[in-house]
């Protein structure tokens, strides 16, 4: 039992700290990159790609630094807590990257994970389909072989940053016979391929972040498909475990729940200091409490990884309690603003620049995206209690 | 960082979790809740022998010389099998008082007989007013000669009737800072003027009125400074409550792992009723409470331990949410056994009842979280 960081790692810390402060703008806030905000995330991400930062957990002879897992939980708790803007370049370093990692040829290993870890190309993930949420499995996208190529018909939905993305890697269904998981293929599928269209789906904070994808006959050639024909499914759910920890949520909840004590400390506010308000200081000494439990949830991950151990339902655990406890958060910053709590970023009234107005719309999100509170909860007792199903 | 307990750790768990199934089985938790004294001298000595009324007393003294954390291990599994009796009062609110604040020829005095098993001990604290802060202190001493007199009443004492000596913490002063002017004294329960009353409670454990009529203390049994004693309450107040926290963390997870057995076990509508969602999101949520509850606990002893600076911090967090979590916990565990759960005859009502004892002792939630909101403003 030690809850110490190692000095290097401290170390380590600092240094992506110090990086952070002399390369982000000092009134940098989170938002959807889009329009200047796009430029900067380009500009941005091709500086960290020069410090091997798009992709410092991948081994190093794919252009990663092989940090260690502790190192690789400190850089992306820093990088959420100083809202780092990195685009949609987590779809290729954590999702693509390690599937062709595993599962890709030499080949697909050569022509793809330079480009990602130089943050040259961005990645977008077709997996969930109209009819394939929670359900990902029932997916209805057909890939058809005909001689060296696939021919893709079909619809992708919730596909962040499809209209940025170079490239997707695609669940498609390659035998409509065999039960549901033993049919589905796994593909790399250049978003240049005549047929694809991508549609804005614009969310209710009125953002473009997610689209809708069709396809209609898109060639793709054979040699893209990554792995064996009809494993897909499993090596997807591989690719679910490579983001596990949930620390990012963790941390972006940290740097929350210090502006917003910054604010309630403030005795210069016309209503007066709010965390003299017995409501508010509850509040406030729940907030943190849950807060530091949902840190050592997802440092538990990590802790096991550490130790050798495969982290299954622990992971969801994580999952599950950072993006419900963020949610939670964000409503307690509302009642704390008041009237206030409603107004947005852009608002010359707006307090704490409007952060928790995202805050509490985006977090109805996130307990959804990545499989829902719900299936978190089927996975922890099924996976982890050991459970019947019914 | 590590999360998890270290070799030595594991093999005093182990040991711990063998013994006390043997040693310690429902049966003598039954039994203990009927029995005056509430606790089993011979259980009492065989814990004795294996070392752990000295577990964290310094090797010098007698003791093992052993952690925080250790403790915290051994304690998770009294949690688990219910341990009665004046285990915790005698480590924590009286060896460990006396290994802060104690003179040479008080720890001499005192610590290789805790550590042998021959003493036992608790820290008469709280008064009818039921505060945990030092404004609570009330009951007065006054000095005669070299002898203190003490007179008063002290109420929520654990196990005070069958200790041989108590920690008691009384008025010596009074001023604008109720921290100030409060001295510890090292009582012999068996003075003069005491009086014991025992308390019938929730848990059915042995906490007890206490009165002091004209009380005399030799001189030489005041524990550390006159008019200083707060400080010294504190700390002890620091390691209560992480020991309270330790304790619930093996109650909420053996309380959900019977839970758990009979919901795999249980048939309705042709099927086990672990099959249904509605029961599966309950223990899922309580198995992340359980899991929050050990995680929380370990590193305040940790940070106790390593007198990290924000070890106040982490103690009341792990307190304010254990209290809480550990509640939500029982309480799933009722609701899943359905009527059998209230019955007398099975044991899940052990756990449900002794819960709020422990979510009570040394501050419940509402405590800590303003606590942790005090420590936010600084």
């Known amino acids: ?390 | 960082m590590d999360l998890g307990l270290d070799e030595q750790q594991e093999m005093l768990r182990n040991f711990a979790r063998d013994f006390l199934e043997k040693e310690c089985p429902e049966q003598l938790v039954r039994q203990m809740e009927e029995d005056e004294k509430g606790y089993s001298p011979d259980l009492w000595r065989k814990m004795a022998e294996q070392g752990w009324m000295g577990l964290i007393i310094p090797e010098q003294y007698g003791g093992a010389g052993m952690r925080i954390t250790d403790l915290a291990v051994l304690l998770e599994e009294f949690g688990r099998f219910l341990v009665p009796g004046p285990f915790i009062p005698t480590v924590v609110l009286g060896a460990y008082p006396i290994m802060l604040a104690g003179s040479e020829e008080q720890k001499q005095r005192f610590l290789p007989r805790i550590a042998a098993g021959e003493l036992i001990m608790t820290m008469a604290l709280t008064e009818p007013s039921a505060k945990w802060d030092a404004d609570g202190i009330q009951m007065e001493a006054r000095q005669e000669g070299s002898d203190w007199v003490l007179n008063g009443t002290k109420l929520f004492v654990q196990d005070a009737h069958v200790t041989d000596y108590m920690v008691v913490a009384a008025r010596t002063a009074k001023g604008a800072n109720p921290e100030e002017g409060i001295t510890l004294f090292l009582v012999d329960s068996r003075s003069p003027g005491i009086k014991f009353e025992l308390l019938r409670t929730i848990a059915s454990d042995k906490q007890c009125e206490v009165t002091f009529e004209d009380v005399r203390v030799p001189g030489e049994n005041v524990l550390g400074e006159v008019g200083k004693g707060w400080p010294v309450v504190h700390r002890t107040k620091l390691l209560a409550a992480v020991a309270a926290c330790s304790y619930l963390v093996g109650l909420a997870q053996q309380d959900f792992d019977i839970t758990l057995n009979y919901a795999k076990e249980r048939v309705q509508f042709g099927r086990p009723i672990g099959s249904f969602q509605a029961i599966q999101h309950k223990l899922a949520d309580a198995v992340i409470d359980v899991d929050g509850c050990r995680f929380i606990t370990y590193k305040a002893a940790w940070s106790l331990q390593e007198n990290e600076p924000d070890a106040e911090l982490m103690v009341s967090m792990a307190k304010a949410w254990c209290s809480e979590a550990s509640r939500r916990v029982v309480a799933h565990g009722q609701q899943i056994h359905g009527g059998i759960g209230f019955t007398k005859d099975y044991k899940i009502q052990l756990y449900f009842r002794r819960q709020k004892w422990m979510e009570l002792m040394w501050g419940d939630a509402d405590y800590h979280r303003e606590l942790v909101a005090q420590k936010l403003a600084i």
């Open chain 1, 1 to 390: 039992m030690d809850f110490r960081l190692s000095p290097e790692d401290e170390a380590f810390r600092q240094e992506v700290r110090s990086w952070l402060r002399e390369n982000l703008p000092r009134d940098w806030e989170d938002q959807v990159p889009e329009g200047e905000a796009w430029e900067f995330t380009r500009h941005f991400t091709r500086k960290l790609a020069e410090k091997g930062w798009v992709v410092p957990h991948w081994p190093k002879e794919y252009g990663g630094l092989g940090l260690s897992l502790w190192r690789q939980l400190i850089f992306r708790e820093e990088m959420s807590y100083h809202r780092a803007p990195l685009g949609y370049i987590s779809i290729g370093a954590d999702w693509a990257g390690p599937t062709i990692i595993v599962y890709g040829t030499e080949e697909q290993k050569r022509e793809h994970l330079p480009r990602i870890a130089r943050a040259e190309v961005m990645w977008c993930q077709g997996f969930s389909e109209p009819n394939a949420g929670s359900d990902l499995a029932n997916l209805e996208t057909r890939a058809v072989r005909d001689g060296d190529e696939y021919v893709v018909n079909g619809q992708k939905i919730w596909t962040s940053g499809a209209h940025r993305a170079d490239w997707m890697i695609l669940l498609a269904r390659t035998d409509p016979e065999a039960p549901k998981h033993k049919g589905i293929s796994y593909f790399l599928v250049d978003m240049k391929s005549p047929g694809i269209t991508v549609r804005p789906l614009i969310d209710m904070m009125n953002n473009h972040g997610f689209n809708q994808v069709f396809f209609e006959n898109v060639r793709v050639p054979a040699r893209n498909l990554l792995g064996e024909e009809n494993r897909g499914w499993y090596m997807a759910t591989t690719t679910l475990n490579f983001e596990r920890s949930s620390i990012g949520g963790a941390a972006a909840s940290r740097r929350l729940l210090e502006d917003l004590v910054e604010y309630v400390r403030d005795s210069s506010l016309p209503e007066g200091r709010r965390l003299d308000d017995p409501r508010v200081r509850y509040q406030m000494g729940e907030a943190a409490v849950e807060l530091e439990i949902g840190r050592l949830l997802s440092y538990r991950v990590v802790s096991l990884q550490e130790r050798g151990q495969v982290p299954s339902y622990e992971a969801s655990i994580a999952k599950l309690y950072n993006t419900e406890m963020g949610l939670r958060l964000a409503r307690r910053g509302l009642a704390i603003l008041g009237l206030y709590g409603q107004l947005q970023p852009k608002s010359r009234w707006a307090r704490l620049r409007g952060r928790f107005e995202r805050q509490y719309q985006w977090m109805t999100a996130m307990v959804v995206g990545g499989g829902t509170s719900e299936i978190q909860r089927n996975l922890i007792a099924i996976r982890g209690l050991g459970l019947p199903r019914d």
